[in-house]
């Protein structure tokens, strides 16, 4: 089958934390999260559990996970998700399934014929092993760090946190998900032309990171590796970090609220990116990579989904819940309350950051150090930076600016006229409706504010 590269292309948007491709010409680079030969799993502890049915009665564990910097021991109690010792809950309101040892292959191969077409000659996507189901066992009360057992019911514990504040605002049934916790994804991407020029050629297990998958309604904690550890950069697992799984599940309150979004591309299901790129780039500069760029409204909503799971694990979590690792540049480019990005770029929508959004040269993609708000995750990071602060201003609680929040992901799921609209009218209307919602709950006293934070965009 042939695509036409310049409606559909490698110019991916994806909507759970994935972005794909991109560069001029015929430099089309689909990115997974890094790949890795040596990816590092976590290990069950109780394989075997003697004490088959001993959680009727009430039971704590005690874990390990990141607060405020340190490994906390803290003690937890899911009894309500512990059926048959399997971390699942009885009703799979939250979760229906919790896996661990899932193992799957991802090949992808595409010929480009010219700048505008290309075939993909070899599409496997393959599962070889579907997992076990993790559980904890009444024998054992505590948990080594890096087991299945302690990295379950930790996640599990945020999720529980994160759904319930939400559920308590909000009629809409949100359905269950599943989680699955280091599996193995192979992926070996390649993408040649006709005359046999390598553009992309790369394979290993994707390791990392987290993603959420829509289709799947999946959360995803993907292994570390030993390289990453090697290197000591980001040593911290996103397990271990309550914001990440929080984060995740915000994608999928924001897929459940906002159904009327159509993804435009048709790898939306298949590559997942990183939700959390902590790779530095040691070239700063703005490099323009492409002069013909549009952004489409699957690129605001692919911001407004990164930011709008910042928020919500921001308003659902305590604070020092929501810690963000100790990679500085990191920490201040996802940190909702922070006013700067890393390398001092402000989060507002001023005219400048506005110009660069909706430009029509792609600047090569960002990285930790070097924010480029045509980056989903940095445009998620100013919408929730500016959202948050406007909202701060009326002096509003967490609980009253995630149902603020809420109320505005489904004013955009209403408005028919606002889904089908191109990139930059999208924008402004959705920020409109914003002001909207803030106007009719808090009139105009804060418009200075207002105007302060959205100065680049006529509201
Ligand atoms: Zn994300």
Redesign the pocket.
Known sequence: MKYNAIIMGLSLVLS??GSSSSGGGKKKVIKFSSLSMNPITLQKENTRCSSADLLEEEKIFTVTRLINKKPVEEIVNLQSFLQNNQLVDANKDLLNAHLYDVSKRRVLEVVYYDENSFDITTDIDEVDSAGLTNSVCADNMSYARNSYENVGLIVTNALTKTRSAITSLISDSIPSVSVSLTPLEYSKVKVTDVYGNVYQDEEGYRTNNAYYSPSEKALVFLPGSKEVEAAGIFEKPFWEIPMVAS?EYG?HIFDTLYPNFEHSNMHQDILHDS?FDTRFNTNTEMMAVSEARTTERSDIVGGFN?GF?DLMAQYTLSESENYLGDLNCFRKNREVKSPKFADGTIKKFNAKNIRLLFSSKEYETSSCNKANIQEIHHMGAVFAHVTDAIQSSYGLTNTEKLQNILTWIKALNEDENLNLMGGRDYFENSMRKFVKIMHKNYGNINDDIIRDYLSGVSI
């Open positions: 759970a934390c984060h994608h939700c990164e799971a």
